[in-house]
């Protein structure tokens, strides 16, 4: 378990490349630094576009000769495919246009140049999109209105408006929650990710919540089921205080119900 002030929302990446001992090298930088999740891996440009479609991830580590298709034409595949997604280039090859490469991706960087050079991009790139809001909230039933406040505030400051009702919703079950089972003070924490928004109520409680039927006589009574409906992934992280119940709602679209 983890201290609250050490819970970070890892980098979720997508290393793309035909070369398994390239992929291994940079798997271990990665786990090596710490911050990053693997999301997938993926040793052709079918299986990148395929992976990046589905897992949305934060950065895609792209080789650019891969055996059925290469150059140009695997970026622009991979950038179509998730637009909010970044893409750092790790190529053998310097070629003469690199211009072009540099222009649309986040970054290049050669295969002989240090890894550490690499992950430092990785993370240059992804951090510094990242925002947060952050609101402590008593014990009390009134604090589920503060915190959908707290959202509507937070998605208007980011351009994110349509996103209210869903993150409403997803806000109320997980404050209601922590009143109903943690019996505790509580922190909402708001998230601006390249793709997602994530939410997260952190509170003193224990357990793990599981979802229920729902319920018309309380507030957020939908259960989380209602939260996975909505959300893209939601899941627990256990905490030295007690927990982190947090959803991800994808900025287009929510997940449906």
Same mark, same amino acid.
């Given at each position: ?11 979720r ?9 390239? +992929?291994?090298? &940079? !798997?271990?930088? =990665?786990?090596?630094r710490?911050?990053?999740? #693997?999301?997938? $891996? /993926? @040793? ?47 190529s ?39 925002a ?15 915190? +959908?406040?707290l &959202? !509507?505030?937070? =998605?208007?400051q980011?351009?994110?408006a349509? #996103?209210?009702? $869903? /993150? @409403? ?12 089972h ?18 997260e ?46 959803a ?10």
């Open positions: 378990m983890t201290d609250d002030a050490e819970v970070e929302i890892p980098i990446v997508l290393l793309v490349d035909d070369a398994v001992d390239v +992929r291994r090298l &940079v !798997r271990t930088a =990665l786990r090596f710490g911050g990053f999740e #693997l999301s997938g $891996e /993926a @040793s052709t440009a079918a299986q990148a576009v395929e992976l990046v479609t589905a897992l949305q991830p934060d950065v895609v580590v792209l080789d650019l000769g891969l055996p059925d298709l290469a150059g140009r034409d695997v970026l622009t595949q991979v950038r179509e495919a998730a637009p909010a997604t970044k893409v750092v280039v790790f053998g090859a310097d070629p003469d246009d690199r211009s072009w490469y540099e222009e649309r991706a986040a970054g290049y960087v050669l295969k002989n140049d240090d890894l550490d050079y690499l992950v430092d991009l990785l993370v240059s790139v992804v951090r510094p999109q990242r947060v809001a952050v609101l402590d909230l008593t014990q009390d039933l009134g604090s589920v209105r503060e915190a +959908r406040s &959202v !509507r505030r937070t =998605l208007a980011w351009d994110l349509h #996103l209210d009702d $869903e /993150a @409403s919703l997803v806000v109320s079950e997980l404050a209601t929650n922590a009143l109903n943690a019996r505790s003070s509580y922190q909402v924490r708001i998230y601006h990710n390249p793709s997602t928004i994530r939410i109520v952190r509170d003193g409680g224990a357990g793990t919540p599981e979802p229920q039927s729902a319920s018309p006589t309380r507030e957020g009574g939908r259960g989380l089921l209602l939260v996975s409906a909505l959300s893209v992934s939601w899941g627990l992280e256990q905490t030295r205080e007690g927990k982190v119940v947090w991800e709602l994808a900025h287009g679209v929510a997940a449906s119900a």
